[in-house]
């Protein structure tokens, strides 16, 4: 199994800097993130 825990500080950065080809290259079963700061009407939609 495979666990990732990540403080990104920021969503909305760490998504216009790749994070989605990130997660998908990484492919954890589980993926935590912290100090998100955003709601999920602030992010675009997959």
């Known amino acids: 199994m495979r666990l990732i825990s990540w403080n990104v500080n920021g969503i909305r950065a760490v998504h216009k800097k790749g994070f989605l080809e990130w997660f998908q ?10 100090e998100t700061k955003a709601h999920e009407s602030q992010l675009p939609t997959a």
């Not at 990484?26 to 912290?34: I, M, Y």
């Open 25 to 34: 290259e990484e492919q954890p079963d589980v993926l935590c993130l912290q």
